[in-house]
């Protein structure tokens, strides 16, 4: 039946126990209060204890958001699956491990504070300017929360951190102590990603492509010399750059092997315009012939090529532009100008002198710090770095021992690997961050690392844990001043979640110690790790995943989980993505405005994961429809049973065999898809066994079996199917299913619960059989009688004297003919006399158009008037035109040659005589 379609849910009997309409506003605050208050999702310690079977367990890596901006409908969605699967499995399992993060360490929340207190952090000392974040983002954490539990997200909220608190800052220091040791880790300058914006270092994966249209320069050099030794005075060649800025930081030239035009340059010199310095003509397999001229001008840095050729030529060291983005003394007359002024000063003199032989527009990629979008510089700076590259295979190779859902996504993570350049930069110039606990000596340079017993420390306002340089016995020791990659911290989630940490062993000799310190890495919580999922976006697989396998993998020597979740993102009606400067972004709480979070619940269950999708306001109306069809529904079966639940019959009738027997199927089908993350399709089958089979079909059944006086094989049924369907519903629709179990007092018939819906055992099938086909068509004929009666203007209880059923509907008969009050049922396997006949021709105007032209009005007519006949594939019309296949589609018609009105259904014939 018709989801719109009448019902016997949608007026139940005023008489009933379950008064009153369903009210979201008032019911879902309520519930998110109680939820929290009474802790109903804290994670169950007592399973913690020895000998525990770890197999019921269920841990979730989630991700910490920042909280520097609002909640935007990908939050909610992305929180929301998560819920799913938390919800699920604490239901299906013994307890769910579900913590709640905060990322309020890093860029984001330093700028944040900036903003929010009117202050610059070079004003303060760090620790100092750390205490202000901390504050700030607590006003806002304390926000996101409730708007998290406004969406009845089911966390444990015992069991949150933050990526600054001291104890996930001795994790992030613990961590840098172990990959140091183990010779993972190093410092060293030399080329690094910078963004000039933010003024510090950032890793590869922090960049992002963005297309922009700029100049392609064409400029002149003067060849000193060519590979002979001599040039003529006025020699040139030329140069195509979009960066003239960089002729100051030239150092050489480069030919391609194969750019036999230009071979005799090589092993020459070339003077650079403007600059005057000569630099040496080299031939290099990496010069792009198709790109300019062909020649290419290395400079110190420009981009990826030019870091290579610097270090496989050994090149000079000329560096032109500062951290700020400012033009260095290297440039000249052009010094103290930021990058974009020197450009357009340097293309005016370069003109002026004759050297600009044409600028002309170009569209080109650049790479930009995606936190600030501003494009980045490569400057030599000391840093530090997590060795990657050495091992991407090994990476590899871990990326295939998790289950990634969808399993499509797992090329993502293997192509980032793949097109690794860089090893991990870790170390940031910015105050808000976790301190890098190493003092260097001033005389031998020698690094000192802070003790793991004193961790968390800040060099900068701590003692170093030496008087002297063990080295060279030097006193004179100076604090690190960078800070940790916020995603060094934000990596190591699954063991701040785990309680890693290092212990100390009383007995153990401190001079086995690598480092001198007597113990051992252990977890306060080794029954979470590794985790049984890591959910998060599509759109941080090569940030937040990737470095999360790595530190977890060198930590521990296995993977930090065993599947891994990969939603989409959201966009708008358009299917475009919501930003600010579109004007398309719809705020969570502007929907839940105007639906109920259990209806936003459902529309974040309607796409396959990894998908991204549209917001429609379609479906959050379906949801609602919904909410309300359970509501009239569960009024329904209130009124129709008794207050104790009946006990199982010694004999059940046919159709309440065979409505649990569909259920138990739906159960096992629903709860797989819950296992494999199928969360759109376990909504859809649920929905539409709920709706259709139940609602529409067996309650107007059950209703009239029931109207003369209690049924037990019907009560039974009833309360069984009900009660299965709000666990069923729980995952997805968390508040109305906790108020209905509540209100009906179900809680009583479990044990071992806390009276909530969500701590109840998940559903299992009770091993009930029937006929499903013969049950199946018999639920066809009840909608196709009650189609009838409706179409003909009958009420639902009129009767009919005489029904055929042409199909298999053996043992359900008589609930057909007391379902829909026949007189007189008779039912034949044969199918009936029923002939096909074409009722008309519908043409391809697209096809048939161009084809026929002017003769299109004379095969119209002679369709209408039937003159007309089908030869094969072929339609022959007037005995003149044949329209081939793809011209034309034939509507046909069943027609019954006996007494009554006859109905199809999917499986089979219905006379009503």
């Known amino acids: 039946m018709s989801d719109t379609q009448d019902s016997p849910t949608e007026e139940p009997p005023a008489d009933e126990q379950l008064t009153g309409e369903y009210d979201p506003a008032d019911i879902e605050p309520k519930w998110q209060a109680h939820w929290v208050a009474e802790d109903t999702y804290a994670y169950d310690a007592s399973d913690d204890e020895p000998g525990a079977d770890a197999d019921t367990r269920f841990s979730i890596d989630t991700p910490p958001p920042t909280v520097s901006g609002n909640l935007h409908m990908g939050h909610l969605y992305q929180f929301t699956l998560q819920d799913f699967v938390a919800r699920y ?58 708007d998290v539990q406004s969406l009845a997200i089911s966390v444990d909220w015992s069991n949150t951190y933050k990526t600054i608190a001291p104890e996930v800052q001795r994790v992030s220091q613990l961590s840098f102590l172990d990959l140091y040791e183990q010779g993972r880790e190093y410092r060293q300058r030399a080329p690094t990603i910078w963004c000039p914006d933010c003024e510090t270092a950032i890793s590869q994966v922090e960049q992002e492509d963005e297309d922009k249209s700029t100049k392609f320069n064409d400029i002149a050099f003067d060849l000193v010399e060519d590979s002979s030794g001599e040039a003529d005075d006025d020699a040139t060649f030329t140069i195509s750059t979009t960066r003239p800025e960089l002729l100051p930081a030239c150092v050489s030239v480069f030919v391609h092997p194969d750019d036999d035009a230009n071979q005799h340059l090589v092993g020459g010199t070339a003077r650079v315009p403007l600059f005057g310095q000569e630099v040496p003509i080299i031939a290099d397999e990496r010069v792009d012939m198709e790109t300019g001229s062909g020649l290419v001008m290395c400079c110190t840095f420009g981009d990826q090529n030019d870091i290579e050729w610097y270090q496989a030529h050994d090149l000079d060291l ?59 510089e490569y400057l030599v700076t000391e840093q530090w770095y997590i060795k990657m590259l050495d091992k991407k295979d090994e990476y590899l190779d871990a990326g295939r021992e998790m289950e990634w859902f969808p399993e499509k996504m797992l090329s993502r993570y293997q192509h980032w690997i793949e097109g690794l350049e860089w090893d991990w930069c870790i170390s940031r110039q910015r105050d808000s961050g976790i301190p890098i606990p190493v003092w260097y000596c001033d005389d031998c340079g020698e690094p000192i690392m802070a003790e793991k017993a004193d961790l968390p420390v800040d060099p900068l306002s701590d003692e170093p844990p030496v008087s002297s340089c063990p080295e060279c016995g030097h006193d004179d020791l100076t604090p690190e001043e960078d800070v940790f990659d916020t995603w060094a911290t934000s990596s190591l989630t699954p063991l701040v979640n785990a309680g890693w940490d290092w212990h100390t062993d009383e007995s153990a000799d401190a001079a086995d110690s690598a480092d001198g310190e007597g113990g051992e890495f252990r977890m306060d919580n080794p029954e979470l790790y590794p985790f049984d999922l890591r959910p998060q976006g599509h ?119 065979w409505l649990l027997a569909e259920l138990d199927a739906t159960v096992e089908s629903v709860t797989a898809k819950f296992e494999d993350y199928a969360f759109s399709k376990a909504r859809n089958e649920l929905r539409s066994f709920f709706w259709n089979s139940f609602c529409d079909d067996y309650l107007e059944i059950a209703k009239q079996r029931l109207s003369d006086g209690g049924d037990r094989s019907t009560e039974f049924t009833l309360l069984t199917a009900h009660r299965t369907f709000l666990k069923l519903f729980a995952p997805f629709l968390p508040h109305i299913t906790e108020e209905l179990w509540d209100r009906l007092d179900y809680a009583a018939g479990e044990s071992g619960t806390d009276g909530s819906v969500h701590t109840t055992d998940w559903p299992v099938a009770g091993g009930y059989e029937a006929d499903l086909a013969a049950g199946e068509t018999a639920m066809e004929v009840v909608s196709a009688l009650r189609r009838h009666k409706t179409e003909n203007g009958l009420p639902l209880n009129a009767d009919l004297d005489h029904v055929e059923v042409y199909g298999y509907i053996s043992g359900f008969e008589d609930a057909v003919a007391e379902a829909m009050h026949v007189e007189t049922l008779d039912v034949y396997e044969d199918a009936p006399d029923i002939s096909t006949e074409v009722s008309g021709i519908d043409l391809d105007y697209s096809i048939v158009g161009p084809e026929f032209g002017s003769d299109v009005g004379a095969i119209d007519a002679g369709i209408e008037s039937g003159d007309y006949e089908i030869d094969g594939e072929t339609l022959v019309v007037a005995d003149e035109f044949e329209l081939g296949a793809d011209c034309f589609e034939i509507e046909e018609s069943r027609i019954y040659s006996g007494d009554g009105e006859m109905t199809e259904t999917e499986s089979a014939v219905v006379v009503v005589r």
């Open 89 to 146: 499995h604490r239901m299906a399992d013994d307890s769910v491990y579900f913590p709640f993060g905060y990322d309020d360490n890093g860029i984001a929340s330093e700028r944040l504070t900036e903003r929010e207190l009117d202050i610059r952090h070079q004003d303060y000392e760090r620790r100092e300017f750390q205490k202000k974040c901390r504050e700030v983002c607590a006003t806002y954490e304390e926000e996101f929360t409730e």
């Open 318 to 376: 000329r560096l032109a532009i500062d951290e700020s983005a400012t033009m260095t003394d290297v440039a000249g007359d052009y010094q103290g100008m930021h990058t974009t002024e020197a450009r357009e000063a340097i293309i005016d003199d370069l003109d002026a002198e004759g050297y600009l032989l044409e600028s002309r527009d170009h569209d080109h990629t650049v790479q930009v710090h995606e936190r600030c979008g501003i494009e980045v």
């Open 539 to 657: 759109d941080i697989i090569s940030f937040w995943l990737f470095h999360t396998v790595v530190k977890c993998y060198e930590h521990t020597d296995e993977v930090p989980f065993e599947n891994v979740m990969i939603n989409g993102m959201v966009l708008d009606e358009n299917r475009e993505a919501m930003s600010k400067s579109k004007g398309n972004v719809i705020p969570p709480s502007e929907v839940l405005e105007n639906f109920p979070v259990d209806a936003a619940r459902y529309w974040a269950a309607g796409t396959s994961i990894g998908d991204d999708f549209p917001y429609k306001e379609g479906d959050l109306e379906a949801g609602e429809r919904l909410l309300q069809k359970l509501w009239n529904a569960s009024r329904l079966v209130d009124q129709l049973t008794p207050a104790q639940r009946p006990t199982e019959p010694d004999e059940l009738s046919s159709v309440d065999r």
